[in-house]
């Protein structure tokens, strides 16, 4: 069983440029989501695919959007970069048939620095 | 709106120490509630969850009650080993929504 992996694992970029971060779901799950964490923080919800869809979304600007391909993997896309946008950035997949209390399973993540 | 309180860290405890991690929640209605563990180099993994009040999760040795009346989840161990040093979340989700809110972690340290 392949685990969810994001690429990539680390990247520098600077203010006003954009991002790309990607997801490969594991195996049999066909809903990703993508969470913020901050320094010292905990994961935000930014927002959750299923079947190519947006399906709710966290309290983030209209400049973080993202993609889910039929294969189930998605990418995170965030436009206009700030400094306050470094952070890891986490995919989680699920299994939708699992119910809302299904678990989440969470890649490494990809830790952007914005200079 | 919902949110998760946990008690700040870091904790730092000697090897076969008892442990009490804090977590306090606010939701409406009738959540789920979780406890995930960050390892040093490796995502966020599911540890133990409670579906319903009064429900016990448990894995590894850890253990939680969902207590509604204390609004509360907070995650024991009877004995930590150095190997159960990690960043531990508290987390809540209410049914149809799939949104999980987080705490802001509590990390623990075990010394030999």
């Known amino acids: 069983e392949t685990g969810v992996t994001q690429s990539p694992t680390h990247l520098i970029k600077t203010r006003g440029q954009q991002v790309t971060l990607r997801c490969s779901s594991q195996?049999?799950?066909?809903?990703v989501s993508w969470y913020q964490q901050a320094l010292g923080q905990g994961p935000q919800f930014i927002f959750q695919?299923?079947?190519?869809?947006?399906?709710g979304r966290g309290n983030f600007p209209p400049r973080f959007s993202g993609l889910q391909f039929p294969n189930y993997s998605s990418e995170l896309n965030v436009n206009a970069l700030e400094l306050d946008d470094s952070a890891l950035y986490l995919c989680?997949?699920?299994?939708?048939?699992?119910?809302?209390?299904?678990?989440?399973?969470f890649g490494e993540g990809s830790r952007l620095t914005v200079l | 709106g919902d949110s998760v309180t946990q008690m700040e860290g870091p904790v730092t405890l000697s090897e076969e120490a008892c442990l009490t991690i804090?977590?306090?929640?606010?939701?409406?209605?009738?959540?789920?509630l979780f406890w995930y563990v960050q390892y040093p180099g490796e995502g966020l993994q599911l540890l133990l969850k409670?579906?319903?009040?009064?429900d016990k999760g448990s894995n590894k040795g850890f253990e939680a009650t969902y207590r509604k009346e204390t609004t509360s989840f907070h995650l024991e161990k009877g004995s930590v080993q150095v190997s159960d040093s990690a960043v531990y979340f508290c987390?809540?989700?209410?049914?149809?929504?799939?949104?999980?809110?987080f705490g802001t972690g509590t990390r623990l340290k075990v010394l030999a």
């Open positions: 989680a997949s699920s299994q939708r048939t699992s119910g809302p209390t299904g678990e989440l399973f």
């Open positions: 195996s049999g799950h066909n809903t």
């Open positions: 695919y299923y079947r190519e869809e947006e399906n």
């Open positions: 804090n977590c306090t929640y606010t939701a409406t209605g009738y959540p789920s």
């Open positions: 409670a579906t319903k009040a009064d």
């Open positions: 987390a809540l989700t209410r049914g149809g929504t799939y949104k999980y809110i």
